[in-house]
């Protein structure tokens, strides 16, 4: 039996719309799929290696200090005595070195500056009436005016056995009070305060309670009496020792609040 030219135009036709459809059809159903699939990532997340991953909050400094200590070193160097102090921060397991010593390179906030801005993370350890007391401050001086504020600053004192730690007594405390160039150590406004300016360069000051915590003896402040300053014998800065290149955090400016 022989077809028309038109029966088979006709025929084509019919069998192009068929094929058509079926592709609109298949799209949209792989269209169907591909939504229920980002709804259900949406919802319940994904183990795809290609999905951002959930920020790391185990970042020792995104939260408070512990008053937990850890094992020191054998050996009398500042390097030694501030080891115990720094679990849970950025110089735990890092090599340790004394940048700064007031003997050494000067008592004075010029001499201070010039040898710790931009060292990140620092210790600051001084001796009074033959006591030991200091702070650790997470973000380090850069001299840029202002503040430099974390949660995970803290103030620290020799017991007669072992050391007891002060964290910050509201969030965001100040762990440098001010970050300006003619200026010495604050730790908050009047927390840890050692200015190295004036006729009083060794001069300390201590007050408790605002900024950090007045701690289980219930201290107003760290040094012997309450009430009057007192006059440092020994004064260091110990930092971290990076590789040639390596980031130091926290080096430059920091222009906002928060945990890091």
């Given amino acids: 039996m022989k077809h028309s030219p038109v029966s088979l135009l006709v025929a084509i036709l019919i069998a192009a719309t068929a094929v058509a459809s079926f592709k609109s059809t298949s799209h949209i159903a792989t269209a169907r799929r591909t939504r229920q699939t980002i709804t259900r990532l949406s919802f319940f997340g994904s183990s795809s290696k290609n999905l951002p991953k959930p920020e790391d909050r185990t970042y020792p400094e995104a939260k408070q200090a512990t008053y937990d200590l850890q ?32 003997k050494k390179h000067g008592w004075s906030a010029q001499a201070f500056h010039s040898r710790v801005d ?60 001010r970050d300006e160039f003619d200026a010495g150590i604050y730790f908050g406004a009047d927390s840890l305060v050692i200015p190295l300016i004036g006729q009083r360069p060794k001069s300390v000051a201590s007050r408790l309670g605002f900024y950090y915590e007045s701690g289980p003896e ?20 110990i930092s971290g ?3 040639k290149g390596e980031e130091i955090p926290n080096s430059g400016g920091i222009s906002e609040l928060g945990f890091y």
């Fill in 71 to 102: 094992p020191g070193e054998f050996g009398f160097g500042p390097e030694q005595i501030v080891r115990p102090l720094l679990k849970q921060t950025q110089l735990e397991k890092r090599k340790l070195q004394v940048v700064y010593d007031a």
């Fill in 118 to 177: 931009a060292k990140g993370a620092s210790v600051v350890l001084v001796k009074v009436k033959g006591r030991w007391i200091g702070g650790y401050n997470p973000r380090g001086w850069a001299s840029l005016g202002g503040s430099r504020s974390s949660v995970a600053a803290f103030l620290f004192y020799q017991k007669l056995i072992g050391w007891q730690k002060l964290r910050v007594a509201r969030t965001g405390s100040m762990a440098c009070g």
């Fill in 218 to 237: 219930n201290k107003s402040t760290m040094l012997p009496r309450a009430g009057e300053d007192a006059t440092a014998s020994e004064l260091y800065v």
């Fill in 241 to 243: 020792v990076y590789a």
